[in-house]
Protein backbone atom coordinates (compact mmCIF):
# COMPACT_ATOMS: atom_id res chain seq x y z
CA UNK A 1 0.00 0.00 0.00
CA UNK A 2 1.04 3.13 -0.62
CA UNK A 3 3.40 5.24 2.16
CA UNK A 4 2.24 3.35 5.61
CA UNK A 5 0.22 0.64 5.70
CA UNK A 6 -2.21 3.06 7.77
CA UNK A 7 -3.28 6.48 7.49
CA UNK A 8 -5.58 8.67 9.56
CA UNK A 9 -4.45 10.77 12.38
CA UNK A 10 -4.88 8.35 15.34
CA UNK A 11 -2.29 6.25 17.32
CA UNK A 12 -4.37 3.21 18.97
CA UNK A 13 -1.95 2.88 21.25
CA UNK A 14 -1.99 6.20 22.77
CA UNK A 15 -5.65 6.13 24.01
CA UNK A 16 -5.47 2.93 26.79
CA UNK A 17 -9.32 1.93 26.12
CA UNK A 18 -8.13 1.88 22.24
CA UNK A 19 -4.91 -0.22 23.05
CA UNK A 20 -7.63 -2.78 25.04
CA UNK A 21 -9.22 -3.32 22.51
CA UNK A 22 -5.91 -3.62 20.10
CA UNK A 23 -4.80 -6.55 22.58
CA UNK A 24 -7.97 -8.37 22.83
CA UNK A 25 -8.03 -8.15 18.94
CA UNK A 26 -4.65 -9.68 18.66
CA UNK A 27 -5.38 -12.41 21.28
CA UNK A 28 -8.70 -13.38 19.96
CA UNK A 29 -6.24 -14.20 16.30
CA UNK A 30 -3.70 -16.24 18.34
CA UNK A 31 -6.27 -18.12 20.44
CA UNK A 32 -8.03 -19.20 17.51
CA UNK A 33 -6.54 -22.24 17.31
CA UNK A 34 -6.68 -23.25 20.96
CA UNK A 35 -10.53 -22.00 20.71
CA UNK A 36 -11.71 -23.56 17.94
CA UNK A 37 -10.68 -27.17 19.16
CA UNK A 38 -12.03 -26.60 22.07
CA UNK A 39 -15.05 -25.68 20.69
CA UNK A 40 -15.38 -28.05 17.45
CA UNK A 41 -13.88 -31.11 18.82
CA UNK A 42 -13.59 -31.52 22.28
CA UNK A 43 -16.74 -30.48 23.44
CA UNK A 44 -18.53 -32.54 20.27
CA UNK A 45 -16.04 -35.47 21.66
CA UNK A 46 -17.26 -35.15 24.70
CA UNK A 47 -20.83 -35.12 23.53
CA UNK A 48 -20.27 -37.57 21.09
CA UNK A 49 -19.15 -40.50 24.17
CA UNK A 50 -22.21 -39.30 26.44
CA UNK A 51 -24.28 -41.26 23.75
CA UNK A 52 -25.58 -45.16 25.12
CA UNK A 53 -22.13 -46.77 23.97
CA UNK A 54 -23.92 -49.11 21.75
CA UNK A 55 -24.35 -45.97 19.61
CA UNK A 56 -21.53 -44.13 19.84
CA UNK A 57 -19.70 -47.93 19.00
CA UNK A 58 -22.13 -47.95 16.00
CA UNK A 59 -21.25 -44.57 15.17
CA UNK A 60 -17.29 -44.67 14.79
CA UNK A 61 -17.62 -47.52 12.09
CA UNK A 62 -17.90 -47.05 8.67
CA UNK A 63 -19.46 -45.53 6.79
CA UNK A 64 -20.22 -42.89 9.38
CA UNK A 65 -16.58 -43.21 10.98
CA UNK A 66 -17.60 -39.74 13.52
CA UNK A 67 -14.50 -40.03 15.35
CA UNK A 68 -12.34 -40.10 11.91
CA UNK A 69 -14.56 -36.95 10.79
CA UNK A 70 -13.61 -35.31 14.25
CA UNK A 71 -9.83 -36.10 13.74
CA UNK A 72 -10.23 -34.35 10.15
CA UNK A 73 -12.32 -31.38 11.61
CA UNK A 74 -9.25 -31.09 13.78
CA UNK A 75 -6.77 -31.18 11.04
CA UNK A 76 -8.63 -27.89 9.36
CA UNK A 77 -8.79 -26.04 12.16
CA UNK A 78 -5.28 -26.16 12.19
CA UNK A 79 -4.81 -25.36 8.40
CA UNK A 80 -7.41 -22.19 9.15
CA UNK A 81 -5.39 -21.30 12.50
CA UNK A 82 -1.69 -21.22 10.30
CA UNK A 83 -3.90 -18.06 8.46
CA UNK A 84 -4.99 -16.94 11.91
CA UNK A 85 -1.58 -16.88 13.10
CA UNK A 86 -0.18 -15.09 10.49
CA UNK A 87 -2.83 -12.33 11.03
CA UNK A 88 -1.87 -12.04 14.69
CA UNK A 89 1.83 -12.02 13.56
CA UNK A 90 1.21 -9.08 11.12
CA UNK A 91 -1.25 -7.05 13.41
CA UNK A 92 1.52 -7.27 16.09
CA UNK A 93 4.27 -5.63 13.93
CA UNK A 94 1.80 -3.21 12.82
CA UNK A 95 0.22 -2.01 16.08
CA UNK A 96 1.96 -3.24 19.03
CA UNK A 97 5.81 -4.07 18.11
CA UNK A 98 6.44 -0.27 17.71
CA UNK A 99 4.98 0.79 21.38
CA UNK A 100 7.70 -2.32 22.88
CA UNK A 101 10.63 -1.76 24.44
CA UNK A 102 13.11 -3.92 22.69
CA UNK A 103 14.88 -4.77 25.69
CA UNK A 104 11.91 -5.64 27.85
CA UNK A 105 10.79 -7.72 25.35
CA UNK A 106 14.89 -9.19 25.08
CA UNK A 107 14.57 -10.20 28.97
CA UNK A 108 11.19 -12.07 28.86
CA UNK A 109 11.47 -14.29 25.72
CA UNK A 110 13.50 -17.51 26.41
CA UNK A 111 16.74 -17.96 23.87
CA UNK A 112 15.37 -21.11 22.06
CA UNK A 113 12.01 -18.63 20.83
CA UNK A 114 14.09 -16.14 19.23
CA UNK A 115 13.46 -17.57 15.69
CA UNK A 116 10.14 -18.19 16.00
CA UNK A 117 8.28 -14.58 15.80
CA UNK A 118 4.66 -16.30 16.75
CA UNK A 119 6.48 -17.84 20.11
CA UNK A 120 7.96 -14.40 20.41
CA UNK A 121 4.85 -12.32 20.49
CA UNK A 122 3.00 -14.72 22.34
CA UNK A 123 4.85 -14.26 25.03
CA UNK A 124 4.42 -10.94 24.98
CA UNK A 125 1.34 -10.93 25.14
CA UNK A 126 1.44 -13.61 27.78
CA UNK A 127 3.06 -10.76 30.20
CA UNK A 128 0.50 -8.49 28.93
CA UNK A 129 -2.02 -10.21 30.73
CA UNK A 130 -4.35 -9.89 27.85
CA UNK A 131 -8.21 -11.56 27.70
CA UNK A 132 -10.06 -11.25 24.37
CA UNK A 133 -13.69 -11.39 24.83
CA UNK A 134 -16.43 -13.22 23.57
CA UNK A 135 -17.28 -10.74 20.83
CA UNK A 136 -13.73 -10.81 20.02
CA UNK A 137 -13.82 -14.11 19.40
CA UNK A 138 -16.26 -14.51 17.43
CA UNK A 139 -15.00 -11.73 15.22
CA UNK A 140 -11.52 -13.22 14.54
CA UNK A 141 -13.98 -16.42 13.41
CA UNK A 142 -15.61 -14.96 10.95
CA UNK A 143 -12.85 -12.83 9.74
CA UNK A 144 -10.94 -15.91 9.10
CA UNK A 145 -14.05 -17.25 6.95
CA UNK A 146 -14.53 -14.06 4.71
CA UNK A 147 -11.39 -14.73 3.33
CA UNK A 148 -12.97 -17.07 1.25
CA UNK A 149 -15.81 -13.84 -0.09
CA UNK A 150 -12.82 -11.70 -0.91
CA UNK A 151 -9.95 -13.86 -1.88
CA UNK A 152 -11.02 -17.34 -2.45
CA UNK A 153 -11.16 -17.72 -6.70
CA UNK A 154 -14.78 -20.03 -5.86
CA UNK A 155 -15.49 -16.49 -3.36
CA UNK A 156 -15.81 -14.85 -7.55
CA UNK A 157 -19.12 -16.10 -7.42
CA UNK A 158 -20.24 -13.43 -4.80
CA UNK A 159 -17.96 -10.56 -5.89
CA UNK A 160 -18.46 -10.65 -9.50
CA UNK A 161 -22.16 -9.72 -8.35
CA UNK A 162 -21.01 -7.66 -5.35
CA UNK A 163 -17.89 -5.86 -6.80
CA UNK A 164 -17.80 -5.90 -10.46
CA UNK A 165 -21.12 -3.76 -11.07
CA UNK A 166 -19.17 -1.33 -8.61
CA UNK A 167 -15.87 -1.46 -10.93
CA UNK A 168 -18.00 -1.15 -14.11
CA UNK A 169 -19.82 1.74 -12.87
CA UNK A 170 -16.71 3.47 -12.44
CA UNK A 171 -15.02 2.55 -15.72
CA UNK A 172 -18.62 3.74 -17.48
CA UNK A 173 -17.63 7.56 -14.98
CA UNK A 174 -14.31 7.54 -16.19
CA UNK A 175 -15.39 7.33 -20.17
CA UNK A 176 -18.11 9.40 -19.77
CA UNK A 177 -15.82 12.01 -18.10
CA UNK A 178 -12.76 11.23 -20.24
CA UNK A 179 -14.98 12.53 -23.20
CA UNK A 180 -15.32 16.53 -21.72
CA UNK A 181 -11.78 15.95 -20.52
CA UNK A 182 -9.72 14.06 -23.11
CA UNK A 183 -6.80 14.81 -20.56
CA UNK A 184 -7.88 13.00 -17.73
CA UNK A 185 -6.31 9.83 -16.65
CA UNK A 186 -7.96 7.09 -14.12
CA UNK A 187 -5.23 8.04 -11.84
CA UNK A 188 -6.97 10.74 -11.35
CA UNK A 189 -10.43 9.91 -10.25
CA UNK A 190 -10.61 9.13 -6.64
CA UNK A 191 -12.54 6.69 -5.06
CA UNK A 192 -13.30 5.78 -1.51
CA UNK A 193 -14.79 2.38 -0.02
CA UNK A 194 -16.15 2.77 3.39
CA UNK A 195 -16.23 -0.70 5.11
CA UNK A 196 -13.82 -1.68 3.08
CA UNK A 197 -13.83 -5.57 4.90
CA UNK A 198 -10.43 -7.24 3.73
CA UNK A 199 -9.78 -4.99 1.12
CA UNK A 200 -10.59 -7.04 -2.01
CA UNK A 201 -12.93 -4.07 -3.61
CA UNK A 202 -10.25 -1.46 -3.06
CA UNK A 203 -7.69 -4.05 -4.59
CA UNK A 204 -10.37 -4.54 -8.13
CA UNK A 205 -10.58 -0.88 -8.26
CA UNK A 206 -6.75 0.14 -8.32
CA UNK A 207 -6.47 -2.95 -10.49
CA UNK A 208 -8.58 -0.93 -12.89
CA UNK A 209 -6.65 1.88 -13.20
CA UNK A 210 -8.29 4.23 -10.25
CA UNK A 211 -7.43 5.96 -7.18
CA UNK A 212 -8.79 4.22 -4.21
CA UNK A 213 -8.97 4.94 -0.52
CA UNK A 214 -10.24 2.05 1.18
CA UNK A 215 -11.52 2.97 4.93
CA UNK A 216 -12.30 0.47 7.61
CA UNK A 217 -13.55 0.93 11.49
CA UNK A 218 -12.66 -2.96 12.54
CA UNK A 219 -9.40 -3.97 13.96
CA UNK A 220 -9.83 -7.51 12.87
CA UNK A 221 -10.57 -6.51 9.14
CA UNK A 222 -7.68 -4.16 9.19
CA UNK A 223 -5.29 -6.79 10.66
CA UNK A 224 -6.40 -9.38 8.28
CA UNK A 225 -6.43 -7.05 4.84
CA UNK A 226 -2.97 -5.78 5.61
CA UNK A 227 -1.96 -9.74 6.08
CA UNK A 228 -2.95 -10.28 2.43
CA UNK A 229 -2.30 -6.91 0.59
CA UNK A 230 0.90 -6.47 2.36
CA UNK A 231 2.66 -9.95 3.72
CA UNK A 232 1.68 -12.59 1.49
CA UNK A 233 4.44 -14.16 -0.58
CA UNK A 234 2.76 -16.05 -3.20
CA UNK A 235 -1.03 -16.94 -4.79
CA UNK A 236 -2.38 -20.29 -2.41
CA UNK A 237 -0.34 -19.16 0.52
CA UNK A 238 -3.35 -20.44 3.23
CA UNK A 239 -5.90 -23.28 3.04
CA UNK A 240 -8.55 -22.53 4.50
CA UNK A 241 -12.05 -24.49 5.88
CA UNK A 242 -14.82 -22.11 6.15
CA UNK A 243 -17.52 -24.45 6.61
CA UNK A 244 -15.78 -26.53 8.96
CA UNK A 245 -17.14 -25.44 12.27
CA UNK A 246 -20.61 -25.76 11.10
CA UNK A 247 -21.52 -29.61 11.30
CA UNK A 248 -25.54 -28.64 10.32
CA UNK A 249 -27.33 -28.37 6.51
CA UNK A 250 -24.32 -30.27 4.65
CA UNK A 251 -25.07 -32.95 2.50
CA UNK A 252 -21.98 -34.90 3.25
CA UNK A 253 -18.69 -34.74 4.97
CA UNK A 254 -16.70 -33.47 1.81
CA UNK A 255 -18.82 -30.51 1.95
CA UNK A 256 -18.15 -29.91 5.03
CA UNK A 257 -14.41 -30.41 4.80
CA UNK A 258 -13.58 -28.43 1.35
CA UNK A 259 -10.98 -26.37 1.23
CA UNK A 260 -9.92 -23.18 -0.60
CA UNK A 261 -6.93 -21.47 -1.28
CA UNK A 262 -6.31 -18.55 0.10
CA UNK A 263 -5.37 -15.95 -1.79
CA UNK A 264 -6.42 -16.67 -5.39
CA UNK A 265 -3.83 -14.52 -6.42
CA UNK A 266 -0.74 -13.16 -5.08
CA UNK A 267 -1.83 -8.63 -4.37
CA UNK A 268 2.00 -7.78 -4.24
CA UNK A 269 2.78 -9.36 -7.76
CA UNK A 270 -0.33 -8.40 -9.29
CA UNK A 271 0.01 -4.57 -8.63
CA UNK A 272 3.41 -4.63 -9.26
CA UNK A 273 2.54 -6.12 -12.85
CA UNK A 274 -0.66 -3.82 -13.53
CA UNK A 275 -1.45 -3.06 -16.82
CA UNK A 276 -0.29 0.79 -17.78
CA UNK A 277 -3.76 1.78 -17.69
CA UNK A 278 -3.19 4.39 -15.51
CA UNK A 279 -0.11 7.03 -15.12
CA UNK A 280 0.75 6.68 -11.40
CA UNK A 281 1.94 3.17 -10.28
CA UNK A 282 -0.70 0.70 -8.66
CA UNK A 283 1.09 1.28 -5.07
CA UNK A 284 0.76 4.82 -5.83
CA UNK A 285 -2.86 4.46 -6.14
CA UNK A 286 -3.61 2.47 -2.96
CA UNK A 287 -4.54 3.41 0.30
CA UNK A 288 -6.20 2.24 3.29
CA UNK A 289 -7.70 4.63 6.38
CA UNK A 290 -8.66 2.94 9.76
CA UNK A 291 -11.36 4.55 11.74
CA UNK A 292 -15.40 5.47 12.02
CA UNK A 293 -16.19 6.49 8.08
CA UNK A 294 -18.81 9.19 9.73
CA UNK A 295 -15.73 10.80 11.69
CA UNK A 296 -13.46 10.71 9.45
CA UNK A 297 -14.89 12.10 6.22
CA UNK A 298 -17.33 14.32 8.09
CA UNK A 299 -14.43 16.77 8.82
CA UNK A 300 -13.07 19.69 6.72
CA UNK A 301 -10.39 17.97 5.46
CA UNK A 302 -12.03 15.53 4.27
CA UNK A 303 -14.32 18.05 1.63
CA UNK A 304 -14.65 17.02 -1.73
CA UNK A 305 -11.80 14.72 -1.88
CA UNK A 306 -13.03 12.32 -3.90
CA UNK A 307 -14.48 11.58 -7.31
CA UNK A 308 -17.10 8.64 -6.08
CA UNK A 309 -17.55 6.68 -3.11
CA UNK A 310 -18.28 3.20 -3.37
CA UNK A 311 -20.62 1.50 -0.57
CA UNK A 312 -21.27 -2.45 -0.65
CA UNK A 313 -22.71 -4.32 2.24
CA UNK A 314 -22.25 -1.35 3.98
CA UNK A 315 -25.43 1.11 4.42
CA UNK A 316 -26.91 -1.17 6.79
CA UNK A 317 -24.33 -0.39 9.54
CA UNK A 318 -25.31 2.54 10.26
CA UNK A 319 -27.97 3.44 13.36
CA UNK A 320 -28.20 6.22 11.54
CA UNK A 321 -28.02 6.63 8.18
CA UNK A 322 -28.43 10.15 7.78
CA UNK A 323 -24.74 10.91 9.19
CA UNK A 324 -23.38 8.13 6.53
CA UNK A 325 -25.60 10.31 3.59
CA UNK A 326 -24.31 13.56 5.22
CA UNK A 327 -20.65 12.20 5.19
CA UNK A 328 -20.87 10.90 2.09
CA UNK A 329 -21.77 14.54 0.60
CA UNK A 330 -19.16 16.27 2.25
CA UNK A 331 -15.98 14.05 1.39
CA UNK A 332 -17.64 13.56 -2.70
CA UNK A 333 -16.61 16.75 -5.06
CA UNK A 334 -19.67 18.48 -6.43
CA UNK A 335 -21.09 16.18 -9.59
CA UNK A 336 -19.25 12.89 -7.75
CA UNK A 337 -20.87 9.31 -7.64
CA UNK A 338 -22.33 7.62 -5.03
CA UNK A 339 -22.54 3.82 -6.09
CA UNK A 340 -24.20 1.58 -3.21
CA UNK A 341 -24.86 -1.77 -3.21
CA UNK A 342 -26.02 -3.94 -0.44
CA UNK A 343 -29.25 -5.29 0.97
CA UNK A 344 -30.74 -3.24 4.36
CA UNK A 345 -29.90 -5.86 7.46
CA UNK A 346 -29.82 -3.07 9.88
CA UNK A 347 -26.86 -3.92 11.92
CA UNK A 348 -27.63 -2.51 15.26
CA UNK A 349 -30.80 -4.14 15.02
CA UNK A 350 -30.07 -7.59 14.33
CA UNK A 351 -26.71 -7.32 15.98
CA UNK A 352 -24.46 -9.18 13.64
CA UNK A 353 -21.45 -7.81 12.44
CA UNK A 354 -21.28 -9.20 8.64
CA UNK A 355 -24.67 -9.41 6.87
CA UNK A 356 -26.32 -13.01 7.41
CA UNK A 357 -23.12 -14.93 6.92
CA UNK A 358 -23.58 -18.32 7.54
CA UNK A 359 -22.33 -19.42 11.18
CA UNK A 360 -23.77 -21.38 14.21
CA UNK A 361 -22.73 -18.35 16.93
CA UNK A 362 -23.99 -14.99 16.66
CA UNK A 363 -21.19 -12.54 15.02
CA UNK A 364 -21.79 -9.31 17.58
CA UNK A 365 -21.42 -6.05 17.00
CA UNK A 366 -17.87 -4.11 17.45
CA UNK A 367 -17.91 -3.24 21.27
CA UNK A 368 -15.18 -0.69 20.84
CA UNK A 369 -16.19 3.04 20.41
CA UNK A 370 -13.39 4.78 19.41
CA UNK A 371 -13.80 8.17 17.56
CA UNK A 372 -17.39 6.66 17.20
CA UNK A 373 -19.43 9.62 17.23
CA UNK A 374 -21.33 8.22 14.65
CA UNK A 375 -21.96 4.92 16.51
CA UNK A 376 -22.26 6.50 19.65
CA UNK A 377 -24.93 8.54 18.59
CA UNK A 378 -27.90 8.42 20.39
CA UNK A 379 -30.81 6.49 18.70
CA UNK A 380 -31.53 4.35 15.65
CA UNK A 381 -33.66 3.99 12.55
CA UNK A 382 -34.12 0.89 10.72
CA UNK A 383 -35.52 2.54 7.09
CA UNK A 384 -36.71 0.44 3.91
CA UNK A 385 -35.00 0.73 0.45
CA UNK A 386 -37.52 3.29 -1.18
CA UNK A 387 -37.22 5.14 2.54
CA UNK A 388 -33.23 5.04 1.68
CA UNK A 389 -33.62 6.58 -1.56
CA UNK A 390 -35.91 9.44 -0.52
CA UNK A 391 -33.44 10.49 1.91
CA UNK A 392 -30.94 10.54 -0.52
CA UNK A 393 -32.44 12.64 -3.10
CA UNK A 394 -33.83 14.38 -0.37
CA UNK A 395 -30.44 15.35 0.68
CA UNK A 396 -28.36 16.45 -2.05
CA UNK A 397 -28.25 13.60 -4.57
CA UNK A 398 -30.08 13.11 -8.29
CA UNK A 399 -30.43 9.29 -8.30
CA UNK A 400 -29.07 8.00 -12.12
CA UNK A 401 -30.00 4.34 -11.72
CA UNK A 402 -31.91 2.01 -9.30
CA UNK A 403 -32.29 -1.77 -9.29
CA UNK A 404 -33.82 -4.27 -7.28
CA UNK A 405 -34.55 -7.49 -7.80
CA UNK A 406 -31.78 -7.82 -10.49
CA UNK A 407 -28.68 -9.35 -8.56
CA UNK A 408 -28.86 -12.23 -6.28
CA UNK A 409 -26.08 -13.61 -3.76
CA UNK A 410 -25.55 -14.91 -0.76
CA UNK A 411 -22.48 -13.70 1.80
CA UNK A 412 -19.53 -16.00 2.58
CA UNK A 413 -22.41 -18.26 1.36
CA UNK A 414 -22.14 -22.67 1.04
CA UNK A 415 -23.13 -23.32 -2.20
CA UNK A 416 -23.33 -27.00 -1.06
CA UNK A 417 -25.12 -26.15 1.73
CA UNK A 418 -29.17 -27.25 2.61
CA UNK A 419 -29.77 -24.04 3.61
CA UNK A 420 -29.45 -20.80 1.49
CA UNK A 421 -29.30 -17.39 2.51
CA UNK A 422 -29.73 -14.97 -0.48
CA UNK A 423 -29.87 -11.12 -0.57
CA UNK A 424 -31.47 -9.24 -3.59
CA UNK A 425 -29.68 -6.18 -3.06
CA UNK A 426 -30.63 -2.89 -3.95
CA UNK A 427 -27.79 -1.03 -6.60
CA UNK A 428 -28.06 2.13 -6.78
CA UNK A 429 -26.00 5.80 -7.96
CA UNK A 430 -27.13 8.87 -7.07
CA UNK A 431 -24.87 12.25 -7.93
CA UNK A 432 -23.65 14.91 -6.00
CA UNK A 433 -25.66 17.64 -6.90
CA UNK A 434 -23.51 20.54 -8.18
C1 LIG B 1 -20.96 -6.34 5.98
S1 LIG B 1 -19.26 -5.92 6.00
C2 LIG B 1 -18.97 -5.63 4.24
C3 LIG B 1 -17.54 -5.80 3.84
C4 LIG B 1 -17.30 -5.65 2.32
N1 LIG B 1 -17.69 -4.34 1.86
C5 LIG B 1 -18.02 -6.74 1.56
O1 LIG B 1 -18.98 -6.43 0.84
O2 LIG B 1 -17.63 -7.89 1.65
C6 LIG B 1 -19.34 -4.23 6.62
C7 LIG B 1 -17.97 -3.66 6.92
O3 LIG B 1 -18.12 -2.30 7.33
C8 LIG B 1 -17.26 -2.06 8.45
N2 LIG B 1 -17.83 -0.92 9.19
C9 LIG B 1 -18.95 -0.93 9.98
N3 LIG B 1 -19.17 0.30 10.47
C10 LIG B 1 -18.18 1.11 10.00
C11 LIG B 1 -17.87 2.48 10.17
N4 LIG B 1 -18.64 3.28 10.90
N5 LIG B 1 -16.77 2.98 9.53
C12 LIG B 1 -15.99 2.18 8.76
N6 LIG B 1 -16.24 0.86 8.57
C13 LIG B 1 -17.31 0.33 9.19
C14 LIG B 1 -17.26 -3.38 9.20
O4 LIG B 1 -16.16 -3.51 10.06
C15 LIG B 1 -17.25 -4.39 8.06
O5 LIG B 1 -15.95 -4.71 7.65
New binding site residues.
Partial sequence: MAHSEWDGDFDPMADPDEQKHVLSVLDSFRSYRRLAHFNGTHVRRQAFYSLPSEHWILLSKPPFSILDSLSRLDDLIDSNAELADAIFIAGFKAFLAPTLDSEWVASIVPEKYAHDEFKVYSTVMDHLDVQTTQTDMEKARSCVH?FY??WSAEGAVEREK??DPVVQSVSEEFASRKKVSPELDRSDVKVL??????G??VFDIVRAGFSVEG????Y??LMASSLVLNHTKKAGEFNIAPFVLNCSNHLNRNDQFRIYEIPDLHPGAELESAPENSRLHAFERMSMAA????VLYSREDSREQFDAVA????I???PNVIRYIDAVRNCLKPGGIWINL?PLLW?HASRR???GEETEGEAKE?SHRHL?K??ADPGSVELTDEEVIALVSHLGFAIEQHTTETISTG?ISNPASMLQNVYKPSFWIARKKV
Fill in positions: QRECFVPGAGLRLNEISHEGDFCTVFFDTAGHQCSPDGIY
